[in-house]
């Protein structure tokens, strides 16, 4: 299960936003079932921000934000980022991820099985 969150801020905001997230990241990262959580900067765009993090599964991510203290610090901040507003999804299911070692397909949820392209190439054309 992996969580996207876009978040365009003013220059005002930043330092506020960087505390808020820090918190954020800290607690979901505690969280059972949280793979990992980051925080990151465009580089070309220095208002735009992301926060991304990968759970074992959509329980997992569920679980990972009832507690008292998540809903208290990470629900406010999540509800202020760009795809909540967009209506746009944050919440997505991973069905291809490349470890470092081999290229690894995913049961998913919703979505049928898609064909992958072979390991280490694909459609030169």
């Given at each position: 299960?992996?969580l996207?969150?876009?978040?365009?801020?003013g220059?005002?905001?930043?330092a506020?936003?960087r505390?808020?997230?820090?918190?954020?990241v800290?607690l979901?990262?505690?969280?059972?079932?949280?793979?990992?959580?980051?925080?990151g900067?465009?580089?070309?765009?220095?208002?735009a921000?992301?926060?991304?993090?990968?759970?074992?599964?959509?329980?997992?991510?569920?679980?990972?934000?009832?507690?008292?203290?998540?809903?208290?610090?990470?629900?406010?901040?999540l509800a202020?980022c760009?795809?909540?507003?967009?209506?746009?999804?944050?919440?997505?299911?991973?069905?291809?991820?490349?470890?470092g070692?081999?290229?690894?397909?995913?049961?998913?949820?919703?979505?049928e099985?898609?064909?992958?392209?072979?390991?280490?190439?694909?459609?030169?054309?």
């Amino acid at each position: 299960m992996l969580l996207v969150c876009h978040f365009l801020l003013g220059p005002d905001d930043v330092a506020e936003f960087r505390v808020r997230a820090g918190r954020a990241v800290a607690l979901l990262g505690a969280r059972p079932g949280c793979r990992s959580v980051a925080l990151g900067r465009a580089v070309d765009t220095p208002g735009a921000w992301v926060l991304s993090a990968r759970f074992d599964s959509v329980t997992a991510y569920r679980r990972s934000l009832a507690p008292f203290e998540v809903r208290e610090h990470v629900a406010p901040l999540l509800a202020q980022c760009l795809t909540a507003a967009a209506e746009v999804p944050t919440t997505f299911e991973v069905l291809l991820e490349h470890d470092g070692t081999a290229l690894r397909e995913h049961p998913g949820l919703l979505a049928e099985p898609f064909p992958v392209a072979a390991e280490g190439g694909g459609d030169d054309r």
